[in-house]
């Protein structure tokens, strides 16, 4: 099945700085998403982006499927901003779910 | 319109007991998946499920684990005989065609096996 690999595993910033978050996956994908995992364990769809860019206020994604990985940017960090942020994916091959990478934890401190 | 429903939020299982965890999709979806995430994990898939039918079971430990997805009613995924290693969160997600449409998670059922 597909492979999904998010870098970095951990990340720390100040409030106010930017990030750029990176997902590379193994396979063509027919759906790729990006979640916010909250520190209350909830999970909220970011990105549903198997393709192209997409932008959502202070947050967007740009995803190059001939390349095979998806860049999640935050911009103007905010402490809320903090959780860990899963990329997922599906290829249409193997398990019919979504496979998850294992995570970029982000912290932003005040 | 209401997003994923799952209860209970927390389940708390001596060994050997049954676990009940039960899913409503959003109005409208009719595939449900259940995925498992174990600490500092991302999430595993387990099965995937259309009405009254059980699509794809890949991920679904053999023995133990069953879940259903019945013509009226939850999605329901069943944990006979726990053991400590059962202890995780368990999240469904509900979308409104096949796995390549966008797929929305409920808050996830932490079980935690005593």
């Known amino acids: 099945g597909i492979q999904v690999e998010q870098s970095p595993p951990d990340l720390i910033l100040q409030e106010g700085a930017n990030s750029t978050l990176r997902c590379n996956f193994s396979?063509?994908?027919?759906?790729l998403q990006w979640f916010h995992q909250n520190p209350w364990g909830q999970l909220i769809n970011l990105f549903y982006i198997p393709s192209g860019t997409k932008q959502n206020g202070r947050l967007s994604a740009t995803t190059v499927a001939t390349e095979r990985y998806s860049l999640l940017y935050i911009s103007s960090s905010q402490t809320t901003d903090s959780g860990v942020y899963f990329c997922a994916a599906y290829s249409g091959g193997g398990a019919d779910g979504l496979t998850f990478g294992k995570g970029t934890h982000l912290i932003i401190q005040p | 319109n209401a997003g994923v429903m799952q209860n209970p939020r927390h389940l708390v299982r001596r060994r050997g007991q049954e676990a009940r965890l039960r899913c409503s999709p959003m109005k409208g979806h009719s595939h449900v998946y259940w995925y498992r995430q174990l600490p500092e994990e991302g999430l595993k898939f387990m099965v995937y499920?259309?009405?009254?039918?059980?699509?794809?079971e890949s991920g679904m430990p053999k023995e133990r684990f069953s879940a259903e997805f019945p013509k009226e009613g939850p999605s329901i995924l069943r944990i006979q005989q726990v053991v400590r290693g059962d202890s995780a969160a368990y999240f469904c997600?509900?979308?409104?065609?096949?796995?390549?449409?966008?797929?929305?998670f409920g808050q996830g059922t932490r079980l935690t096996v005593v």
């Open positions: 997600a509900s979308s409104p065609g096949q796995s390549f449409t966008e797929a929305f």
């Open positions: 396979d063509s994908v027919n759906n």
């Open positions: 499920l259309q009405k009254e039918n059980i699509i794809d």
